[in-house]
């Protein structure tokens, strides 16, 4: 019975003796929430303005009869699902048929009958119930994946992201001419001591949020961040024709950037350009990442430069000068590579 | 009842002469994909004509071919109508001369699972013989097509999309035969396969689920003669032991008191003349029903609301005491919501898919692609 009191029902019968028959039995039966409707048409308007959970539909009625209404009723998709149940003749089994082919749920045969109207009414609510279960549940499904999905663009490249959920996977594949930038904090130790956590990941959290607008500008791709440390690249998936300027110049605007976030912060900035692999690792936790060494030489120019400054190979410098200003920084040991020059860049020309 | 008979021996005999030569040709489509919904078993299609795609769409064109009939007027489709689940809605058929025939035109939904074919007549087995009853019989005319076939494939060979079809189908210049006419028209019918009703996708209404436990429970028994998948225990498949064959006696007629049905309508007892066999017909298919009134052998049972009142009362009138009936069809007390509920179950059998397919269709009116 508590179900029943839940109910909201649109009851359809241009007699007014039914209406006060049928309320009778439905007050008797816990039904609280019971509205009526005189012929067809008021009632397939009352269903446009409020929601009912069951449609008791007489058959004969001037003016759009049953099976109009029951059609009006099926062929509309906001209200398709509602359980509409015929009232009907009790030999009238043609009609009765004609109903069940159109949609209906069930029928109720004149004179009404206390013990049937309950019956009927109670399997009509129960099979709802299971039905708004089932649809709710298969929402529920449906916004988590949503959210899924807007949770993997944030994290991955939007075209990566979009391979990653048609085909389930992403190939690991390798590029000619990526931009790399690596950009850290100056001094981020000393910075956190005497500082609460919360404190830390706040100014953290300003800072990157301002290096992400910047690299967007760029149109180039977050990596990752790894503690004070920050990864981009450009021309990994969107096309970037310069994409050794474009590092530089997001590095500048972000070394320029930091002061103005806090006084505290300074950032030091490496580049580099070249070939390089990218792809997906994890299984449930999926991590975009880049592999190769013009990732290690990037991150190496980080390590080598000053705050407020990009600093890159003289290879990659020779490739901008025209663009920029920049000083020697000297010679320095790469891992595989030798005794590189190194050149920092301090702004643009 | 001998008119009968010799209609039929007199096709046999035809039939005899034909299939010598006729069921040899080559294996020209090896792997047709049916495509049937989950659950339904493949037909047994015979070595002789296997399923291909351009012969069962030459067969669609053949079955709404007005050409293969006398006057030019009626094709099979004339009497199989797609949206009555390819039945006409008349009491009994009428052919092309508007000779009455004694029978109500049957479904030819799920025509591939009937190991025999027609209202009762226990050697008819192939398709391929079935329709040169229609074609070319006499006993009652119905295309009227007898003594004509050399007409029937001159105006075949004169249509050049015919032609070409045949050709699609059989790959040979000389396609155009009557012997592949029927394997066509076979093939087309074969694929008539209808199983998606609201039963099949189990959403049921819950009138008709009151009527479902009714239909298959032990007091009504129709599930006894009518079993599900497909609604009638004739029946044959792949992978299935034995030919599932019944003839029933439902105790519609009692003329005389004797146990005799009318003498153009004994059902088996035609074929075979044991007495046992008085009035017994085989169990038409209960799937899409509700579209195909009047009902019966011979259409004498005009609503479904009538026939289930005959079961109830375990016959119609003095047929109730046919000493040839079936045990099952002993009567039983039902309301009135109890058969409307069986009514609604009847009505879910409806397969509104195969009543609209295309693929089905009128090729001259709709026309694929």
Same mark, same amino acid.
């Given at each position: ?10 009851? /359809? !019968? ?43 539909? !007489? ?126 904090? /100056? ?101 975009? !990442? ?60 | ?52 795609? +351009? ?18 007027k009626m094709a099979c489709a004339t009497c199989h109508r797609q949206a009555r689940a390819f039945t006409d809605g008349r009491v009994t058929a009428q052919g092309t001369t508007g000779e009455i ?18 209202? +009762? ?25 007898? $003594?004509?076939?050399?007409? #029937? ?30 394997? +066509? ?14 039963? %099949?996708?189990? %959403? ?12 298959? $429970? ?26 599932? #064959? ?30 046992? %066999? ?31 009142? #005959? ?29 409307? %509920? ?28």
């Amino acid at each position: 019975m508590p179900e029943g009191e839940q109910s909201s029902l649109l009851v /359809v !019968d241009d007699e007014p003796f039914n209406h006060t028959l049928i309320k009778r039995l439905l007050d008797a039966e816990g039904y609280a929430d019971v509205s009526f409707a005189d012929n067809g048409r008021q009632a397939l308007d009352m269903l446009q303005e409020s929601n009912f959970d069951i449609v008791l539909l !007489d058959i004969e009625m001037p003016e759009l009869n049953g099976f109009e209404v029951l059609e009006s009723i099926k062929a509309d998709l906001n209200h398709r699902h509602v359980p509409v149940i015929m009232i009907s003749g009790v030999e009238d089994t043609e009609s009765i048929a004609k109903c069940i082919e159109l949609g209906a749920e069930d029928y109720l045969a004149k004179p009404f009958n206390a013990t049937i109207l309950r019956a009927r009414l109670g399997a009509c609510v129960e099979k709802k119930r299971l039905r708004d279960q089932e649809k709710s549940h298969l929402e529920q499904i449906r916004t988590e994946k949503k959210k899924a999905d807007e949770l993997l663009t944030v994290i991955l490249p939007s075209s990566i992201a979009s391979e990653l959920k048609a085909t389930g996977k992403v190939q690991p594949r390798g590029y000619d001419k990526v931009g790399m930038l690596f950009c850290d904090i /100056v001094g981020f130790t000393n910075y956190c001591s005497g500082r609460s956590a919360e404190e830390v990941v706040t100014g953290l959290q300003t800072l990157f949020t301002k290096f992400e607008e910047i690299t967007t500008k760029y149109n180039m791709e977050k990596i990752k961040t790894i503690g004070d440390e920050f990864m981009a690249s450009a021309g990994l998936t969107n096309p970037d024709y310069e994409p050794l300027l474009t590092v530089v110049k997001c590095g500048l605007e972000m070394a320029a950037a930091a002061p103005e976030v806090s006084a505290d912060w300074k950032v030091r900035v490496g580049v580099h350009a070249g070939p390089l692999v990218a792809g997906i690792v994890g299984d449930q936790k999926y991590q975009f !990442d880049v592999w190769g060494d013009t990732v290690n030489v990037a991150a190496r120019m980080a390590g080598a430069g000053n705050p407020g400054a990009v600093t890159m190979t003289h290879d990659s410098w020779l490739e901008i000068e025209s663009e920029c200003q920049g000083k020697m920084l000297g010679k320095m040991e790469i891992k595989g590579k030798g005794e590189i020059d190194v050149v920092e860049c301090t702004g643009l020309q | 009842m001998s008119s009968n008979v010799r209609a039929y021996n007199k096709a046999s005999l035809f039939l005899l002469l034909l299939f010598t030569f006729v069921f040899s040709a080559g294996n020209l489509h090896a792997d047709y994909k049916w495509n049937l919904p989950p659950g339904l078993p493949e037909p047994v299609i015979p070595q002789s004509n296997p399923m291909s795609v +351009a012969k069962v769409e030459l067969g669609r064109h053949l079955f709404y071919y007005k050409k293969l009939s006398l006057n030019g007027k009626m094709a099979c489709a004339t009497c199989h109508r797609q949206a009555r689940a390819f039945t006409d809605g008349r009491v009994t058929a009428q052919g092309t001369t508007g000779e009455i025939h004694p029978r109500n035109t049957p479904s030819l939904g799920n025509v591939a699972y009937q190991p025999v074919l027609t209202w +009762a007549q226990p050697k008819l087995t192939r398709l391929e013989e079935q329709l040169l009853i229609p074609l070319l019989g006499t006993q009652p005319v119905e295309l009227g097509m007898a $003594g004509k076939k050399k007409i #029937i494939v001159r105006r075949l060979k004169r249509d050049p999309a015919y032609h070409s079809m045949f050709q699609a189908a059989f790959g040979d210049n000389k396609a155009v035969s009557l012997e592949n006419m029927a394997k +066509a028209l076979a093939s087309f019918q074969r694929r008539l396969i209808t199983a998606n009703s609201a039963y %099949d996708r189990e %959403d049921l209404s819950l009138a008709a689920e009151r009527g479902a436990k009714l239909f298959f $429970g032990e007091r009504l028994n129709c599930f006894r003669c009518h079993p599900a998948p497909f609604f009638t225990d004739s029946l044959t498949h792949v992978g299935l032991g034995f030919k599932e #064959i019944a003839f029933h006696n439902t105790g519609l007629y009692n003329l005389a008191g004797k146990g005799a049905y009318p003498p153009k309508n004994t059902g088996l007892h035609a074929h075979t003349g044991q007495p046992e %066999d008085m009035g017994r017909f085989r169990t038409p298919s209960l799937r899409n029903v509700a579209v195909t009134a009047p009902y019966m052998h011979d259409g004498s049972v005009p609503t479904l609301a009538q026939v289930i009142d #005959i079961y109830a009362a375990g016959g119609r009138g003095p047929g109730r005491s046919n000493p040839h009936k079936s045990v099952f069809v002993s009567g039983f007390n039902l309301t009135s919501i109890e058969k409307s %509920d069986l009514i609604a179950f009847l009505t879910s059998l409806t397969d509104e898919t195969f009543l609209t397919d295309p693929r089905f269709s009128d090729p001259f009116t709709n026309p694929l692609k």
